[in-house]
């Protein structure tokens, strides 16, 4: 697989959750996480609360919003960003997990706290918050991720 191939993944798992794994040719977890997806997006009803987050309407989007169904979608999704990232890698890379898994960690924090914290005075909400604690938190894991190569290559590997 060349390195074009592992983009493809990532990006159309960034898209969906199983489309990445369906690039890898991962047929069975690619049609589970599309289908964990489709069930975990409709019983949180977070299309709904997408448009009405993009129009501004974030006191909307908190009330249309089932927080026990949308506390799961962090999780699925970085994981299946994962498994799509590591199964397109011809190489496997040590601690790729980091930047996945406290992402999927603070994203579940963010969708926690969106009804009441503010920003600047701003309330985010279910949609923009998660999204904001994913992508600070991702480049976070990422330099953690770095800190424990480097120390893994001056230290000889143990």
């Not at 993944?9 to 690619?30: E, R, T, V």
């Not at 601690?95 to 898994?101: E, I, K, N, R």
Request: hydrophobic letters at 50%; a positive charge.
């Amino acid at each position: 697989m060349d390195k074009s191939d592992n983009y493809e993944a990532i990006f159309w798992s960034i898209a969906m959750p199983g489309f990445g794994q369906l690039i890898n040719k991962k047929y069975i977890k690619g049609i589970l996480f599309i289908g964990l997806e489709f069930l975990i997006n409709i019983e949180s009803h977070l299309n709904m609360a997408i448009i009405s987050s993009f129009q501004g309407e974030i006191s909307t989007a908190i009330n249309q919003v089932n927080y026990q169904w949308l506390m799961f979608y962090p999780c699925i999704y970085m994981f299946a960003m994962w498994d799509a990232c590591r199964d397109s890698l011809s190489k496997k890379k040590a601690f790729l997990f980091f930047p996945f898994v406290i992402a999927a960690y603070s994203g579940t924090v963010g969708v926690i706290y969106s009804k009441s914290f503010k920003f600047m005075g701003v309330l985010l909400g279910p949609v923009w918050l998660p999204l904001i604690f994913i992508f600070l938190s991702m480049a976070i894991g990422f330099i953690i991720n770095n800190l424990f190569l480097y120390k893994i290559g001056r230290s000889g590997g143990g």
